[in-house]
């Protein structure tokens, strides 16, 4: 515990030393909706449209559109953070220093993790505040607690993710291309921009992934939509039960794969 705190405190202390990552970070979600709210006037006249309500639930493309930019920062964290944890340690100079310790990788990535859960949570907060005030998006007391409930199941699954991103940068060095395609398909098989049953083949393949379910949910309680309470808390905790150890387990084979090889700590 110790090890995953101080990893948190650093994380923390080199966030303060560059702050204008702190309003790239909470603007950047909100900057990346607006045009395609725009688009989206432009091509049907308005912010509501009939066929967009038959396929989402609910005709609002704003809120639609903006929960999905906000909630999926948590997704995207953890791959970039944790993705490219141990690589910034190299950047920094300090990855010898941290593999010569007594200190498990896994441990490090569990306080970056965590630090990565802390600050899309701050985030996360000051977007839905500011969306509360300019887009009209409802926040009430009893919405709070079934929030906080998706979400914490779907940041258990993104450590899953996280792990797996980590391993990745392990074995390839550069991983920005692999993980700016896994941005893409997110984009393209989850519900942050659209509905997904607008095709059957994003309908298919979104639903083995968790930030889906924890979208739907998440909408549902902000937005009134009809979902599943059970059903989708309960497809959630299985893929955490999935994912979870996978994701560790890839990480610790990859690590051993790379020190044995001696390309640990290579550019």
Same mark, same amino acid.
């Given at each position: 515990?110790?090890?995953?705190?101080?990893?948190?405190?650093?994380?923390?202390?080199?966030?303060?030393?560059?702050?204008?990552?702190?309003?790239?970070?909470?603007?950047?979600?909100?900057?990346?909706? =607006?045009?395609? #709210?725009?688009?989206?006037?432009?091509?049907?006249?308005?912010?509501?449209?009939?066929?967009?309500?038959?396929?989402?639930?609910?005709?609002?493309?704003?809120?639609?559109?903006?929960?999905?930019?906000?909630?999926?920062?948590?997704?995207?964290?953890?791959?970039?953070?944790? !993705? %490219?944890?141990?690589? %910034?340690?190299?950047? /920094?100079?300090?990855?010898?220093?941290?593999?010569?310790?007594?200190?498990?990788?896994?441990?490090?990535?569990?306080?970056?993790?965590? /630090?990565?859960?802390? $600050?899309?949570?701050?985030?996360? =907060?000051?977007?839905?505040?500011?969306?509360?005030?300019?887009?009209?998006?409802?926040?009430?007391?009893?919405?709070?607690?079934?929030?906080?409930?998706?979400?914490?199941?779907?940041?258990? !699954?993104?450590?899953?993710?996280?792990?797996?991103?980590?391993?990745?940068?392990?074995?390839?060095?550069?991983?920005?291309?692999?993980?700016?395609?896994?941005?893409?398909? $997110?984009?393209?098989?989850?519900?942050?921009?659209?509905?997904?049953?607008?095709?059957?083949?994003?309908?298919?393949?979104?639903?083995?992934?968790?930030?889906? /379910?924890?979208?739907?949910? $998440?909408?549902?309680?902000?937005?009134? #939509?009809?979902?599943?309470?059970?059903?989708?808390?309960?497809?959630?905790?299985?893929?955490?039960?999935?994912?979870?150890?996978?994701? =560790?387990?890839?990480?610790?084979?990859?690590?051993?794969?790379?020190?044995?090889?001696?390309?640990?700590?290579?550019?």
């Amino acid at each position: 515990m110790r090890v995953i705190i101080e990893e948190i405190k650093k994380d923390f202390r080199i966030l303060l030393a560059y702050p204008i990552e702190i309003a790239f970070w909470i603007i950047s979600p909100l900057l990346w909706a =607006i045009p395609l #709210i725009f688009q989206g006037k432009a091509l049907i006249g308005g912010l509501q449209s009939t066929a967009f309500g038959s396929l989402a639930g609910t005709g609002e493309y704003i809120p639609y559109v903006l929960i999905g930019a906000i909630f999926s920062t948590y997704m995207f964290t953890a791959v970039w953070n944790m !993705g %490219n944890a141990l690589r %910034n340690e190299m950047f /920094y100079g300090t990855l010898e220093h941290i593999l010569s310790s007594p200190v498990r990788p896994f441990y490090i990535l569990v306080g970056k993790g965590l /630090y990565n859960s802390l $600050l899309s949570t701050v985030f996360v =907060i000051v977007q839905m505040l500011i969306c509360a005030i300019f887009f009209g998006i409802s926040l009430t007391i009893n919405k709070v607690l079934p929030m906080a409930f998706f979400l914490m199941l779907l940041v258990v !699954g993104l450590y899953g993710v996280g792990f797996i991103a980590a391993a990745l940068t392990l074995l390839i060095k550069e991983a920005h291309g692999i993980l700016h395609l896994f941005e893409y398909i $997110l984009f393209l098989f989850t519900p942050i921009r659209y509905p997904v049953e607008v095709h059957p083949i994003t309908r298919t393949v979104s639903l083995i992934i968790p930030l889906t /379910y924890a979208l739907v949910a $998440l909408r549902g309680i902000l937005l009134g #939509i009809k979902f599943d309470f059970l059903k989708n808390s309960l497809i959630l905790l299985g893929i955490d039960m999935l994912i979870v150890p996978l994701g =560790i387990w890839i990480f610790m084979v990859i690590e051993r794969r790379t020190k044995k090889r001696g390309t640990l700590a290579h550019y």
